[in-house]
């Protein structure tokens, strides 16, 4: 059974930081293309950062390029997005998703992953 469980979302004032953490089980992280995305309210989910399954391909919405890293330890079977200058318009849940099928693509597409986590809240103030 695969779970990927997010973790480091919270409060934060515009222009700090927060990392959030997803901790994958049932599945090897080094051998799939994970991605973070986020859905605020009334909003459709948008594609957010994804990194290939070597981890040698990244990907970044335009909205938050320069300010976010995607990065992953295998060996932890985790996946991270630190985020940093956050603005108020970065406030939404972050959801991780894993893409099984995707090979060695990076897909911005939320109907081509397979599974996703709960979800971490990240509040930005302004």
């Known amino acids: 059974q695969v779970q990927l469980v997010e973790s480091g979302g919270g409060s934060v004032q515009a222009g700090g930081s927060l990392r959030l953490s997803c901790a994958a089980s049932g599945l090897m992280t080094s051998m799939h293309a994970m991605g973070w995305f986020r859905q605020a309210p009334g909003k459709e989910r948008e594609f957010v950062s994804g990194?290939?399954?070597?981890?040698?391909?990244?990907a970044y919405a335009d909205s938050v390029k320069g300010r976010f890293t995607i990065s992953r330890d295998n060996a932890k079977n985790t996946v991270y997005l630190q985020m940093s200058s956050l603005k108020s318009e970065d406030t939404a849940v972050y959801y991780c998703a894993a893409d099984i099928w995707g090979g060695s693509d990076i897909r911005r597409d939320a109907d081509e992953y397979d599974y996703w986590g709960q979800g971490t809240q990240v509040t930005v103030s302004s």
């Open positions: 990194d290939s399954w070597s981890g040698r391909s990244t």
